[in-house]
């Protein structure tokens, strides 16, 4: 029975070293994946970047008004094609059962 | 036999020991050169990339983005067959493979430039071939999506990635984030080991710009102008639309212009933001502040009468004359010498207030100092010192012997347009980080107040009277809407010598709408129309006419009147 006093601290001591050493080694492996997975958010940035520039591109205002003017037809626009908005008029709710009358 | 051992095991144990004392002794008192070894050994630098923050306009829409690029280089002393390395490489890239055979040919360098800002498309097949002796550096490129819009504007780039025009050198500390390393601890094959995410946190890229442009509206300014400038075979033309209130710079171009993307090839006068930078007579868009200046002193009202003269009248030695031999009016109250743009009548006007009242008021306006805007290069103009002599104050109430920038022109009649107050024009609305998510918003800044309330309301009801049935301006008229605004048809000095160049004018019309509550003020200028007409009525009038139309359209404003009335 004397032996087991010794043999637990070891087996405490060595059981402790193996979980330090675990977590470092586990720490290492979360960097890694942190590191590829940053570099994969950098790509995808990268790729998010050239695609807005290519939106940037195709919906600027001289573009746009070229596709307009050639493949649908489309005329500028010339000053008098103005609309006049006039207020509309007052349209009074029907009376219901029980409404007041005036 | 035991005695050996035991010596073996001392002298062992004894030079374990020293070795032991020594290890102990290093980690108790460390030597820097040994440290320095050993972080050499356990380190590796991460190169943190910048990016430069974009531009964007008033609604979100980008003006210039950077992306990753990447430039090849080569080590001629580690490639094996150069020659047939540059010719496969010059094909690749679509370059001459002389002058690549040339670069690689050079015994003495270990470093050459093959191409500058490739996409990673041509990265990845030139990388796939695996040619000992090519390297990548990872670099930025600036893109300026609209192309030629607002070239002159924005500016560009130099091949270090700094700002050389424009707002990209205005703001080139703002938008640029330079390049940082950072040194991490490597593994035994070399990878960073992440311990605190620090790597992550750290933000590089520049602070976003959000202009007060308006990108369709620039589109369409620009497009009018080069039409202008075609139409009337004109050297060339700017213009400004300013926010009424504000003095917000909407839009401003002047043509020709160029596009961004090949700033570095372009020639220097191409690349100047004119509206800014360059100088002028303004003429006759001038006598509305020489009018202004008779209201702030109490001299006149609008419907005080003066003697004209017949179109002849003589200051000192010289004989002022009206624009046409048949202008010869014998008396006009104060709105028709504006809306008729008489000479003599604000010549008599100036001659009542004064040199010195003249001056103060021009100055207060802000001619012949800078506007203060966030733009490059810009000029404060010439306003003489006093004193003035008769024939001086005469011709600087007309706008000649004066000079003037556009941006200063629009900014003055945006402050009779506004109640009477003078602002700093602006063109940038927000700075972001885009890594915060902090917003800074510019404020619009008053400068002073150049006229009361109802001063500055008599002066838009006279600029109003312009553009009606009898006024030079009727050509600016915008169906539906009040317009109020000035016409001009400068002289242009010759650079030269003293007086005018024969048949060469600066056409404007400077304006603002609706007149009853002003929400763009527009300055057109072409320069030295040679066909067809240079009046600033028939020239710069028409294109005023258009540009209020659109950005009121677009806008949603209503009209005010039908079109009957």
Known sequence: ?102 | MNSRIRIVFSCLGFLAGIVMVRAAWLQLFPNEQIRKSAERQFQTSVSLKARRGAIVDRHGRDLALSETAYSLFADPQVLKTPRRTARWLAHELGQASEALIAKFADPQKRFVWVARTLDSKTRDRIQSKKIRGLGWIEEARRIYPNENLMGPLLGFLGSEGQGLEGLELSYDQLLNSRQRKMDVRRDARGRPLIVDGQIFRESLEGLELQLTLDLDLQHQLEGELKQAVMEFQAEQAMGVILDARTSAILAMANTPGYNPNQGAQVPSEWRRNRSVTDLFEPGSTLKTFAIAAGLREGKLTPSKVYATEQGRFKVGDRIIREAEASHNWSELSVIDILALSSNIGTTKIAFEVGADKIRQSFSDFGFGSKSGVDLPGEVRGQLAHLPWNPVQLSNISFGQGISTSALQVANAYAAIANGGVLNQPFIVLAQKDVHTGRVEITKPQSICRVLSFQQSSQMRNMLVAVTGEKGTGKTARVEGFLVGGKTGTAQKPNPNSRGYLPDAYLSSFVGFVPAENPQYVIAIFVDHPKSRSYYGSQVAGPVFSRLASYALRKQGVSPLLSSAQ
């Open chain 1, 1 to 102: 029975m004397h032996f087991i006093k010794p043999l637990g601290s070891v087996l405490v001591i060595v059981g402790a070293m193996a979980a330090v050493a675990h977590l470092r080694t586990y720490e290492r492996l979360l960097g890694y994946e942190l590191w590829s997975l940053h570099r994969e958010q950098r790509l995808a940035s990268e790729e998010k970047k050239r695609l807005s520039i290519e939106l940037a591109k195709l919906s600027r205002p001289q573009y746009v008004e070229g596709v307009a003017q050639r493949q649908f037809d489309l005329k500028k626009i010339s000053q008098k094609q103005l609309i006049r908005l006039q207020p509309l008029p007052e349209v009074q709710a029907p009376l219901r059962l029980g409404d007041k009358l005036n």
